[in-house]
């Protein structure tokens, strides 16, 4: 069995080959022009980093489906299942990174968040006005990239009918964020489904449209789908986990920060069921008062009810449904490399 660390170095490495290409790909698809203002704000997060983690889930994904040696082929040409069409799968992934940094802007405007991959957040380094014409930018501009990746047209009417269904889905995830806050009777189903619209549905999206463009049958595009959203929910459940878990100084914020804001969570859902008073386990509503001992004493109440454990055990649960998904894949590298990504994604570090 690979150790969570050899899995962690491999996945890394995969990521980062990936990421450096994806890098090279987004001042292509997206570059500055008139006004530059608005187009600097549109790349300002892209080019601030990120692990690219979606666009590398959907290139790997393109090379498990036509069985090719991982980073010995062009992405910008790949060869359709079917009629040896070329498809530009760089193309696809690039539109998913950029679905994925106007979803982060928008959020940042809603929190009023002051840091993002470790600059100002887009509102904070312009205004409130650039930053949600720079979202809406690249809303569209995914859309325009989708339609450069040279696949039949028939296709690329179906990966455009995915990305607006995940778009309007992560509105619907974000909503229903939002008014959690506000209930004290949130099922751990409700949760779930929450995760799925807001963050998982990306995850599905990136696994999924590889299959559409290059031409794979419906019971594959359907598996890969699921696949993305098996391991988008459990990204979000670890996420919950390693807020409580994490030392502040490693997670690059105050720990147990969820806790304090009163967002819902899979742990706090689980514990409120076990009749745990959640919303009392800390006496203040402010990060920056709230004491590390405070948190301790929290994450051990927590701990008693069983409640990170069992989101533990879901996201566990989770990856390993996701990885029998992708028994439709051809048995190859690139498919182990999705199934380690499974993985990494609930054992990461910080």
């Known amino acids: 069995m690979t150790s969570p660390e050899a899995r962690e170095e491999a996945v890394l490495e995969a990521v980062r080959q990936r990421r450096e290409q994806v890098n090279e790909a987004i001042p292509e698809e997206l570059p500055i022009k008139r006004p530059e203002r608005l187009y600097e704000a549109s790349r300002y997060l892209l080019d601030a980093g990120g692990k690219r983690l979606r666009p590398a889930v959907l290139l790997t994904t393109a090379e498990a489906l036509t069985d090719v040696e991982p980073l010995s082929t062009a992405?910008?040409?790949?060869?359709?299942l079917d009629d040896g069409h070329a498809v530009d799968v760089m193309a696809a992934a690039v539109s998913v990174e950029v679905i994925q940094?106007?979803?982060?802007?928008?959020?940042?405007?809603?929190?009023?968040?002051?840091?993002?991959?470790?600059?100002?957040?887009?509102?904070?380094?312009?205004?409130?006005e650039t930053a949600i014409l720079a979202g809406d930018t690249l809303y569209s501009k995914a859309f325009e990239i989708m339609l450069e990746t040279g696949a039949d047209p028939d296709r690329i009417v179906e990966a455009l009918d995915v990305l607006a269904t995940t778009c309007t889905k992560i509105c619907e995830g974000q909503s229903l964020d939002v008014t959690f806050e506000e209930r004290t009777d949130v099922s751990p189903d409700e949760y779930l489904e929450m995760v799925e619209q807001k963050t998982a549905v990306l995850y599905a999206a990136s696994a999924c449209l590889p299959a559409i463009l290059l031409g794979a049958d419906d019971d594959t595009i359907d598996a890969l789908y699921g696949y993305g959203l098996d391991i988008?929910?459990?990204?979000?459940?670890?996420?919950?986990?390693?807020d409580l878990t994490v030392p502040s100084e490693q997670l690059g914020?105050?720990?147990?920060?969820?806790?304090?804001?009163?967002?819902?969570?899979?742990?706090?859902?689980?514990?409120?069921?076990?009749?745990?008073?959640?919303?009392?386990?800390?006496?203040?509503?402010?990060?920056?008062?709230?004491?590390?001992?405070?948190?301790?004493?929290?994450?051990?109440?927590?701990?008693?009810a069983g409640?990170?454990?069992?989101?533990?055990?879901?996201?566990?649960d989770l990856v390993e449904r996701g990885k029998e998904r992708l028994e439709v894949l051809p048995d190859n590298e690139a498919r182990d490399l999705l199934c380690e990504i499974g993985h990494y994604l609930i054992e990461r570090g910080y």
């Open 101 to 128: 940094s106007f979803t982060l802007i928008h959020d940042d405007i809603m929190d009023d968040d002051d840091l993002r991959r470790g600059v100002p957040a887009v509102h904070k380094e312009y205004d409130v």
């Open 232 to 242: 988008g929910r459990a990204f979000q459940i670890q996420d919950d986990v390693l």
């Open 75 to 80: 992405y910008r040409s790949f060869t359709s």
């Open 307 to 316: 409640s990170i454990s069992y989101a533990n055990d879901t996201a566990r």
């Open 253 to 304: 914020k105050q720990r147990g920060s969820d806790l304090v804001e009163n967002k819902q969570t899979l742990i706090t859902v689980h514990a409120r069921e076990q009749g745990v008073d959640v919303e009392n386990l800390v006496d203040t509503d402010d990060v920056d008062a709230v004491t590390e001992a405070e948190i301790d004493d929290a994450v051990a109440e927590l701990e008693a």
